[in-house]
């Protein structure tokens, strides 16, 4: 158990702030401020948790009872809230994914670097049972090299509030990309270990959420009417990443299209492969042999279902600021390699080719300026 003296800040009292409220209660900690525009919001939080609330960032970080924040925000409210409270010297978890823009997630960096915080970033899927075995199994060389990465989290239908901030894209900066593809690109470049990225090419669709009528048979988007609602981002994505050293990454993400749902993680190694849902407690290992006759080997792992990803990556957070101790995963630069690799698919998909992480963006004045020299 965590020390209950933590006195932890919570910004953005929605589900994704009381989740994180309560496992950080439950871990020990103590919640001691939150903050949300809604007042009925503040006041639900202020009620389970007795806890202090307020309206602005500002007034959370100033409180002397606050240790640490956890931003849970849309993500383009991530950077003002995160350099807030790094240059107060607070240790910091901003939800996924780092910001709303590259450079914005840069800024939040250079913040992270001159401060006395820590900033992790909320990649939860590592935590959970299905990768922690996979690693443990990667460090014992049961996989061999590890060459390519199939990475999927494909929903049929599930478009998140239309007309919301997930569909704005100057609040969230993006569609199904940055909202759940970016969990299977997270996981598929932790599973390498961060190689060098050579190459991106990707190509993004808005396919249904400009269509008057889309059939929601679960009822996922809730009162869709496309003429009313802004929806200017991706509900998918195709990708492919090539890294150094011949590794690659193949990565599908939507909220909605015409094929089955998945969230199927394969990992191909040259020893055995390794397949599990992504966030699951299960994993299968692929291998073949030659002793006795030449057979294929399929071994299922399951671990304990009780212990979520958030739950772990939250103690791992908590660690941190009871120890001082900089945090060994979730980090901010390997969040800011995430962000670069969905800038660099969005790049690729303007420009209708690969491209790398180095190549610039060419801004809309940029473009007019060369054409005028020309």
Not at 38 to 52: G, H, I, S
Not at 315 to 336: C, K, R, S, W, Y
Not at 342 to 351: H, L, Q, T, V
Request: hydrophobic share 40%; with cysteine; proline share 3%.
């Amino acid at each position: 158990m965590i020390d209950d003296d933590i006195g932890v800040g919570i910004v953005g009292l929605g589900g994704m702030g009381t989740l994180h409220a309560r496992s950080v209660r439950d871990l020990g900690a103590t919640v001691v401020a939150g903050v949300d525009l809604v007042p009925e919001q503040r006041e639900r939080f202020a009620a389970e948790f007795d806890a202090r609330t307020y309206e602005t960032h500002e007034e959370l970080v100033a409180d002397e009872v606050v240790d640490a924040v956890i931003v849970t925000t849309p993500n383009r409210f991530h950077e003002p809230i995160a350099v807030a409270a790094l240059e107060a010297g607070l240790d910091v978890l901003v939800e996924k994914p780092l910001a709303h823009s590259l450079e914005s997630a840069e800024r939040i960096a250079e913040a992270a670097a001159r401060s006395a915080g820590v900033c992790m970033v909320g990649f939860h899927n590592r935590h959970a049972a299905s990768m922690v075995m996979f690693e443990e199994q990667r460090a014992r060389d049961r996989f061999g090299e590890l060459t390519h990465v199939e990475a999927n989290y494909v929903r049929r239908r599930g478009v998140p509030g239309p007309g919301s901030w997930f569909t704005d894209p100057e609040l969230s900066g993006g569609g199904a990309l940055v909202d759940i593809g970016v969990h299977a690109l997270d996981l598929a470049l932790y599973a390498l270990d961060f190689p060098e990225i050579v190459e991106v090419s990707g190509v993004t669709r808005t396919t249904f959420g400009t269509r008057e009528e889309v059939a929601d048979p679960d009822g996922f988007g809730d009162n869709w009417d496309a003429d009313a609602e802004r929806y200017e981002v991706d509900d998918s994505v195709s990708a492919f990443i090539r890294c150094a050293g011949g590794q690659t990454i193949s990565l599908e993400a939507a909220w909605a299209t015409n094929r089955e749902e998945s969230m199927d993680f394969r990992v191909r190694g040259t020893k055995a492969g390794a397949q599990f849902d992504i966030g699951d407690t299960d994993l299968r290992i692929l291998e073949a042999g030659t002793v006795g006759r030449d057979h294929y080997a399929d071994v299922d792992m399951s671990a304990d279902d009780t212990l979520t990803g958030y739950a772990e990556q939250d103690e791992a957070f908590l660690e941190t600021v009871a120890t001082g101790v900089p945090p060994e995963t979730n980090t901010i630069d390997e969040a800011l390699t995430v962000q670069r690799v969905i800038d660099a698919i969005y790049r690729s998909n303007e420009a209708e080719r690969s491209v790398t992480l180095a190549d610039a963006r060419v801004s809309d004045a940029q473009l007019e300026e060369a054409t005028r020299l020309d």
